[in-house]
């Protein structure tokens, strides 16, 4: 089984280009892929995401998609070009191969569980975050339907309100208004509460 020692014993006495820009655009012959996409195949210096990711696979035992994440912390804008088709459902066009050199598959491979360690308290602090804005928005919902009434598509908002929707009526039925700017009647919907201290109570949950 390949170490992570020996991946930073091979890479570390490899070279790769730094750029290849000056191979110019344009598309490699007879293949669906360009050249500087080619060319970063042939150097021995680069590998794509996708066989580093197991190369690291079988030198940690980690599963594929944790080594991309390790990957994409480490080195959030890596190199890149153009090979293969998109499927039309994703919107055609071409495909986008990404490559580590060797310098990064050895600095990855020198900290890989250190980056693994970091992944693991932020993806800790994230949950935390959605399961008290989960908590925060049932806690409201549950106040809402307590101490107030719903109120749907009206022209004018009421004192004591808390909006939830803004909408305009065109010509193909109802859309959201926010972030748009039309010269037609805009409807509101959201809460009306009965006083303003119930709705200052509702906006500090």
């Known amino acids: 089984m390949k170490t992570l020692a020996k991946i930073i014993e091979k890479y570390s006495a490899i070279e790769c280009n730094s750029s290849n820009y000056y ?3 344009g598309l490699a012959a007879d293949k669906f892929a360009s050249r500087r996409h080619e060319d970063a195949k042939q150097d021995e210096g680069k590998v794509t995401f996708g066989k580093a990711a197991q190369m690291f696979k079988k030198a940690t035992g980690v599963e594929i998609d944790v080594v ?3 990957f994409n912390y480490q080195v959030p804008s890596p190199e ?3 090979a293969g088709k998109l499927p039309k459902s994703y919107g055609g066009g ?3 191969t990404y490559f ?3 310098n990064e598959i050895v600095d990855i491979a020198k900290i890989f569980h250190e980056i693994m360690s970091k992944l693991e308290l932020r993806n800790a602090e994230k949950r935390q975050a959605e399961d008290q804005k989960k908590t925060r928005e049932q806690t409201q919902k549950e106040f809402l339907n307590a101490n107030a009434t719903y109120i749907s598509r009206i022209i004018s908002r009421p ?4 909006e939830t929707e803004k ?3 065109g010509k193909y039925g109802w859309f959201s ?3 748009k700017s039309y010269n037609i009647t805009a409807y509101y919907s959201g809460y009306q509460f009965a006083t303003e201290e119930l709705l200052k109570e509702f906006n500090k949950i």
Request: zero cysteines; charged letters at 15%.
């Open 167 to 169: 909408e305009y009526n």
């Open 23 to 25: 191979i110019g655009g």
């Open 159 to 162: 004192s004591f309100f808390h």
């Open 94 to 96: 071409m495909k986008k």
């Open 68 to 70: 991309y994440d390790v």
């Open 100 to 102: 580590l050199n060797a």
């Open 80 to 82: 890149w070009h153009h």
């Open 177 to 179: 208004a926010y972030g």
